[in-house]
């Protein structure tokens, strides 16, 4: 019953509401993936005129994770 409020209904409904908020997530075709130092993350940017959306995602469904993330000047649109 999708009219029923429970957790996993409002969890779509703040995802679909990021996704229509952010023109980068709207698009399959505009991410870059990012060197990350940690094999246990993967991180990727995606990009859609002005709208820069970095995602990193933990692949360890039993422990929290940290690394760094390199992104380049021009990926997070600083001049050099």
């Not at 779509?12 to 990350?36: D, H, M, P, S």
């Not at 990727?44 to 760094?68: E, F, M, P, W």
Request: aromatic fraction near 8%; include cysteine.
């Amino acid at each position: 019953d999708w009219q029923k409020r429970n957790k996993l209904t409002q969890i779509i409904t703040l995802v679909n509401r990021f996704r229509n908020e952010n023109a980068a997530l709207q698009f399959t075709n505009n991410y870059v993936e990012c060197g990350v130092d940690n094999d246990m993350l993967i991180a990727y940017l995606k990009t859609h005129g002005d709208n820069k959306i970095l995602c990193v995602v933990n692949l360890d469904a039993n422990n929290r994770q940290s690394g760094t993330v390199a992104l380049t000047y021009d990926q997070v649109g600083k001049p050099h």
